[in-house]
C-alpha cells in the first residue's frame, strides 16, 4: 500500500515542478523536463523527478511504520 502512495506522491511532485519550470520554457537540465502529449492534452513531466520524489515518499513512509 505504501508504494501506491509513494507513486502517487511521486507524480503529483513531478506533475508540480515540471509544470512550473517547464512553462517558462526550460528543460530543466538534469531534470529532463519534457512536454508529453496526452490525448488532446498536453502536459510537462520528468522521470527523474518522478523517481526520485517516489523513493523520497516511500522512504518516509516506511520510517513512520
Keep these: 500500500m505504501e508504494?501506491?502512495?509513494?507513486l502517487t506522491l511521486g507524480a503529483?511532485?513531478?506533475?508540480t515542478i515540471a509544470l512550473v519550470i517547464g512553462s517558462q520554457g526550460s528543460s530543466g537540465g538534469a531534470l529532463a523536463i519534457h512536454m508529453a502529449h496526452i490525448a488532446d492534452f498536453k502536459l510537462y513531466w520528468s522521470w527523474p523527478i518522478f523517481l526520485s520524489g517516489s523513493g523520497l515518499s516511500f522512504g518516509l513512509m516506511l520510517m513512520q511504520r
Design 3 to 6: 508504494m501506491i502512495k509513494a
Design 12 to 15: 503529483i511532485l513531478s506533475a
